[in-house]
């Protein structure tokens, strides 16, 4: 069991930056593909970026070149760097988790996820 707590979301305006974090606790020996998704009202839950236990990184088109997942192993944290935000990154986000060696792209790949952190971009 993994647990996950995110944090770091919060309201700026477009253009500007953020960087969303993602505690794990648990069985964090074990490797896992992690990465954050987000959902907006009305929308489907959506992969942003995802990164293996080996750290091969993944992005949506959208958010390449603005974001950017890393991984602080001794910390336990996840972090996603998200820059040039628009209003169109308006969303919940959610840290996430599965065990490594299994599909890591989509909502159902997923096995962990933490509560979610707001993230409201304004014209």
């Known amino acids: 069991q993994v647990q996950l707590v995110e944090s770091g979301g919060g309201s700026v305006q477009a253009g500007g930056s953020l960087r969303l974090s993602c505690s794990a606790s648990?069985?964090?020996?074990?490797?896992?593909?992690m990465g954050w998704f987000r959902q907006a009202p009305g929308n489907e839950r959506e992969g942003v970026a995802t990164m293996t236990g080996s750290g091969i990184t993944t992005y949506r088109d959208s958010v390449k070149g603005r974001f950017t997942i890393s991984q602080d192993n001794a910390k336990n944290t996840l972090y996603l760097l998200m820059s040039s935000l628009k209003p169109e990154d308006t969303a919940i986000y959610y840290c996430?988790?599965?065990?490594?060696?299994?599909?890591?792209?989509?909502?159902?790949?997923?096995?962990?996820w933490g509560k979610g952190t707001l993230v409201t971009i304004s014209s």
């Open positions: 648990g069985s964090t020996s074990s490797r896992y593909c």
């Open positions: 996430t988790a599965t065990p490594a060696g299994r599909a890591c792209h989509y909502t159902n790949d997923m096995t962990y």
